[in-house]
């Protein structure tokens, strides 16, 4: 994940690996909330099936989506 980006973009790495840009800055969970978001959008999910499981306060972050 990559905080405080000029735009909101989603780009597929590898298999089951993606890099997000959020405009939202790390602070109080606010690019946290964003990255679901994001997810949510990209894949076409609803925001309550994503969660952190891993790396809540780091830029590489362990998804779940169910």
Do not use: C, Q, W
Request: proline share 5%; no cysteine; glycine share 10%.
């Amino acid at each position: 994940m990559t905080p405080r980006a000029g735009k909101n973009e989603v780009t597929k790495i590898s298999e089951g690996e993606y890099k997000v840009k959020v405009t939202a800055v790390p602070e109080k969970g606010k690019a946290n909330v964003a990255v679901i978001k994001i997810l949510a959008d990209h894949f076409g999910t609803p925001k309550s099936s994503i969660n952190i499981i891993g790396g809540k306060s780091t830029r590489v972050k362990l998804i779940e989506i169910s």
